[in-house]
């Protein structure tokens, strides 16, 4: 049988390794009390002593005394240590799941796929392109002359960058124009593509108007395409997206790119063509512009507009959305209100 003093001994190594194993707060508190608690092996020991030889007491005494003083600066270095390490979250698996709001895509996001799968149906392929452009891209190219009104500093955003030896000042595109001349430079006749995409223009911020906004544009190059071409494709497109009963009207226009050009309208989805303050007591309500491609849009490009011909259209995305759903304020899809948001 152990003496005391080396039963005190195996019971300090004990200790420390039971303590070493301790990774909570929990454990170490419960080493302490599991040695130097009052039902603990040293409070025994301690409760011994008077039946112990009076020449051992001294030694046990101070063999305990020793343990005790060794195990409690020992549990105050590992309490400190087992803080510094960060502790895993207490779970209840038993408690119930806390519901998670599903989220899903704005509705720009979601219009946006939707006319453009709609378009990819008849044969139509995405290009996409630079947000920020030069002038010989977003006008010169497209058969805007120097004097029109769009390319004053009040209408389009033009950069203080240092200007390439060619192709004009930087700016931001002021519409998805551009990407139809880069394409049409990178391939061949015949082709058929639709272009997405941001645009900007310093317009005043109000119901109607934003400086940042979507559009879709559409562009198709083939040999003796016609205006019914143009007008087949679109009022397909119509009875797709506002459906199948809806009423369009084609306007002459003027673009300086397209020739003939028109601008096309839809019967108000609220009054059905009757007439009402949503559509100004008109009863169409304008979507899109369009026409058949200028020829001096392909000479600009390579293309020879003897052999060729096509169309072009182009619509903002926000617009179709406020015709489509009876939104009356451009500026909700950009404050992210989720009560709104969550309407569509």
């Known amino acids: 049988m152990a003496s005391p003093p080396d039963e005190l001994q195996q019971l300090q190594e004990e200790a420390e390794r039971t303590l070493a194993r301790a990774n909570t707060a929990g454990e170490v508190e419960m080493v302490r009390i599991k040695y130097l608690g009052r039902k603990g092996p040293l409070a025994a020991i301690l409760k011994s002593l008077s039946a112990l030889d009076p020449a051992l007491r001294p030694q046990v005494g101070q063999a305990a005394n020793t343990f005790k003083t060794a195990l409690e600066t020992a549990i105050t270095k590992r309490q400190a240590a087992v803080r510094t390490v960060p502790q895993a979250p207490m779970i209840d698996l038993t408690l119930p799941g806390t519901p998670q709001p599903v989220g899903r895509a704005h509705p720009i996001t979601r219009v946006l796929a939707e006319l453009t799968q709609l378009f990819m149906h008849l044969g139509f392929r995405v290009v996409e392109g630079p947000e920020v452009e030069q002038e010989y891209y977003n006008f010169d190219a497209l058969n805007i002359p120097s004097h029109h009104p769009s390319r004053d500093n009040f209408e389009t955003f033009y950069l203080d960058l240092p200007p390439p030896r060619r192709h004009g000042r930087w700016l931001l595109r002021s519409h998805t124009s551009p990407v139809q001349i880069r394409a049409m430079q990178h391939y061949p006749p015949p082709l058929a ?148 948001l969550e309407q569509l």
């Open 193 to 340: 593509i639709i272009v997405p995409g941001q645009v900007f223009r310093p317009d005043a911020v109000d119901a109607s108007h934003a400086c940042v906004f979507h559009q879709l544009e559409g562009l198709l190059v083939d040999r003796a395409v016609t205006f019914a071409d143009l007008k087949g494709t679109l009022e397909l497109f119509i009875r797709e997206f506002f459906g199948p009963t809806t009423r369009s009207r084609f306007r002459p226009h003027y673009f300086p790119f397209t020739e003939p050009s028109a601008e096309v309208d839809v019967a108000c989805h609220r009054c059905h063509g009757k007439g009402c303050s949503v559509c100004g007591r008109k009863g169409w309500l304008e979507i899109l512009g369009c026409g058949l491609v200028h020829p001096n849009v392909f000479r600009a490009v390579g293309y020879d507009p003897r052999r060729w011909s096509g169309f072009a259209f182009g619509l903002g995305i926000e617009r179709m959305i406020m015709l489509k759903y009876g939104v009356d304020d451009i500026r909700s899809f950009f404050e992210n209100d989720r009560r709104f």
